[in-house]
């Protein structure tokens, strides 16, 4: 299970992965807006969380997509920018 917080935001999110799922895994997130445009380079992580900055973006709502490398799994959550 993914999920993300807080939503909706002013600053930051992270993104948070139920630790029993799959331990050890490594995971690639970026951020995409609603048309489904990149605003950041891919950044990979392994563990539970990951912190998004997005200070400087409008207000709106964003796409975090989370990509699980091994397997190419690929699930997206909605962030409202406040």
């Known amino acids: 299970k ?17 630790a029993s799922l799959k331990t050890g895994a490594a995971y690639s997130v970026r951020l995409v807006d609603q048309h489904g445009a990149a605003l950041m380079r891919p950044a990979s992580f392994t563990g539970t969380s990951y912190t998004l900055d997005l200070t400087g973006l409008t207000s709106g ?12 799994e690929t699930v997206q959550k909605k962030v409202i920018k406040l």
């Open 61 to 72: 709502t964003y796409l975090v997509q989370l990509t699980d490398t091994r397997t190419g």
């Open 2 to 18: 993914v999920s993300v917080g807080p939503n909706p935001t002013q600053n930051r999110v992270t993104v948070y992965i139920d």
